[in-house]
Each structure stands twice: as C-alpha cells, then as structure tokens.
DNA sequence: AAGTGGTCTAGACCACGCG
DNA sequence: GCGTGGTCTAGACCACTTC
C-alpha cells in the first residue's frame, strides 16, 4: 500500500474540519488532500476496507464519501484493483461562434486524436431524424458515431445523422465529416447548437470512462446548407470536466455602443 | 397513500423487464412508469419502507434506487414527507450571441421572475477577482449574488462581482444589473462566456432544489467595457434540466477543418 | 403519535484483477 | 488465493412533517 495516504485518518481530527453527516465530512477531507497534493494523481487511496478501519466508519459510509468523488471525476474506482486519484485534467476550449471539427480544436493543442467507430451506416430514420432532416418517407439516413478519444482520455461521443442524399456512402467518411461533405459539395455554412447538462447515464458514461451521473454536456447540433437545407443532425455528449465552450456575445439593442464606434 | 403507485410493485414481473444490479432494475423501473404516465407529475411515490415491503428488497437498496431518481430530477425527496414524481419541466433557450439578461429571457416566456438575494455589498477582491479584473491593490469590490426564480422555481445562481470605480454603490440594483450599470454609463458591449458542465455541490444544489450531484451548468462571464477594460466577472449556476443554450454558428475558415486531423 | 426521509452500522456474498 | 470494489441485507436512531 502506498505510504503517503496511510497518515491520513489516523490523526483522529479528521472529523472536526466538517460538520455535518460523516459520509460528507469524510468526503471534504479527502477532497481536501487531493487539493492540497497531500495525495498525488494517480496515486491509490487506501482501500475502503483499511479507511474503514482507520476512521472508524463503517465502510458503506466510506464507500458513500469515495463513491461520490468518483462521480464528480476526482477519484476512479477501479473493481478488483483499487482506488486511484484521477489524473488532472485540463479542460479544452471551443469556441461557439465558429463552427470547428473535434479533430481541429485537438490538433491545435497539440494532442493526439483516435476515434472508435461505433456505428456507420445506412439506416431507416428514426421519427426524429425524419423531422430535423426534413426527409421524405422513403428516404434512408446514414449514421457515423464514435467516441472521440484525445491522449487515450476519451473525451466526447459523436452521433451523427445525414440524409443519404447529401452522404450516400458513410463508408468514406474517414477522419472528418465536414471533410467529406465538401468532398461532396454538401459542406454546412452555418449550424444552430443546443448545449444543455444532463447527467450521465450508464452507457455514456461507461464510454467516456466516468461514473454513471457524472455530469456532462450534452449538444444537440443542426447543420445547413447555403441553400437553407438541412444537411446534419449530431447529438454529441461531451465529458463535463473535459470540455469547456466559449462564446463572445454582443450587445444586442444598444443605440450607445452604435454611436459610440 | 396514493392508489395508482399500489400496483406498480406487486405484480412481481417488475425485475424481469430489466437485468443487473436490483437497484438498476428497480430505478428504470419507476423510470419507465413515469415515463409512460402510470405515474402523474406531483403525486407521491410509495413510501421506501412500502416499496421495500412490496418488492422485498431491503430499504437501502430502495432508497438507492429512489436516490439515483432524485438526483437526476424526476423526483423529489421531503424530509418527513414523502417522495414526489417532480413536475415537467420545459427548458428555456438562451441565446448564445447576444447579451441578454435573466429577466428578458423570462419576460419573453411571459413567467414571473423573482430574485432572493443572497449578498449585496462592497468587500476585498478575492484574488482570481483581481486578476480577472484587472485591479489594483487597493480596490475594492462590490459583489451582487442572487437567486434567480421564475414561477417560484428556482433556475439560477448569480454571482457577479464589478469593480466599485463602475459600481461604486451596489445597493442601488434592484432588478437588473446591467441596467444600473447603463445609468452610470458603464454598460458592457460585449462579453465572453465559457459554459461548462459540473455535477452540483451540496450548496447549489439546495439552493436550486434539486438534489446533489445533480448536473448543472457552469457559465463564467466577463464583460468588457467599449474602452476595452472589464466591467463585470460573473460566475452563474444554471440548473441542468431547466435551460438549454442556442449558439449559431458560422463556419470559420473552410481549408483549416479539411486539413485538420 | 405515527410516518417519512436521512444517516449509519455490521456483516455477507459476488466478480474481478493481480501476483 | 487474496484483496479489491460492487451489491445487498436487516435493523437502528434521528429530525422532521403531518395529523
């Protein structure tokens, strides 16, 4: 076991730094010794069964306090092996005024991108696509989704839907979407883009390798055409510790600022 | 009790439509029941001894079921009270490009809005306010947080912070800021915002009414001045199922997202 | 006073990782 | 095979709301 964690519960005043409920004064105080580098990421906590003892807790009441930091991305749990800090994380920005490609804002940080094919391929379109496409009751959609993975932290899921019309061969799309629809000459001008936070359900978690509920973004984005068509409906989940969306926002009626310029 | 929730539980084919953990299948369970309208928006959900009774699983296991709900939303716990199939809630859109207020965004739903506030008054720069505001080392800050309400339920937390060379009395806001900074000439023309996503701490959480860990979004802003000098720092915590973001996007320049990997 | 959610315990079994 | 996290139980006390 490590060393360096081993002084932390022993000192007995633990407790008094908190109030309230245990599970939460146990929680804070191990929050605080990660802020304080009194345990280093990627280092181990001491097992659940040993803070147990330590503390005095029960360890249903310990595994409350670990569980949560779990959930909020501090620490992850791994079954049958321990549990460790999570390695910092810094978060990337994206802008919301441009429209930009995963694989644009990663290579301008410098980091090595990979995509895990989960899905690509002609389907029926779902009731939804139907409508947000505009399509026509006969017409077949493609589907590209993938998890979007940046220095091996997998970081977003993509899920993408183009009518076959604009993309008839998803087989082609290989790094960038956008990429291959102006290969086409079906390449979006503009984009309306819903961000709301959601937790995270089991699944996408599981993908993104962060604790069921842990809160992410969730974007919903509607690509078009210079002619005004439809040409893109993506739903992607981005990891909430991961990403970070940033917009310059302008005064909307102001007589002031027009005058003053 | 509540007559409708009685037959939820005792036809024993409740495990059967789900696999894994109990608690997992016992949570989509109720999921489902809401979703399908088997339960109504506002009325109780069986007690956790009774769902415990009724299931035969032991209470924790329930109330972790129920918990998980909470968090997410669908449900509210009352100390001493019962658990409650929580009201539908439709997202208000934002939009991400102009400036506009709290009060505007409601205004234009037709809801009434209300404002608690929660700290009004000058005191001594945090040190991330300095740096953001770009103060000297013995300026003073006024800082204005609230609650921000709209048919009595809760939907954000407000903190801004503005030097008091622009905001030199901040007892004289009563509803919007930005309008009281507009009468003293200081009024922002454009701002920069980064969203993110954050599962919610004990604090937020109680405040906006939902439970802990709940996602909610994190919204920094700092508002620049036409001079170019920042006005305003604000930190704001939306509720994660109550709001949802709208940006337009422009595509930026075409031959970068080609050749970016 | 009775019932509710909130907290906490002690003990158990499982599947999995690791040496 | 041993230790880990993941799940589950039965029973307890508290503060609170409701009647």
Redesign the pocket.
Known sequence: ?NRQAQGLFISGDWKRESH??????LQTHIEKAIETGRILHGD???????IAAMT?????????A??EL?RRGLVV???????FIAPEMQKVEQSLSTLTSFSEDMARRGNSVQSRWMEKGIFAPSPEETMVLGLASTDMVARVSRLRIADNVPMAIERATISTRFLPDPDLVTDSLYAQLDRLGNKPVRAIQRISAANLGRTDADLLEVGEGAAGLNIVRVSYLQSGKVVEFTRSVYRGDAYDFVAELKIGNNDDADKAQ
Chains 1, 2 share one sequence.
Do not use: F
């Open positions: 076991m309230g409920p245990l599970y939460l004064q181990p906590l001491p097992s659940e069964r040993e005095g807790l029960s360890r249903v009441t310990v595994r409350r670990v569980q779990a749990q791994k079954p049958g092996s321990g549990t």
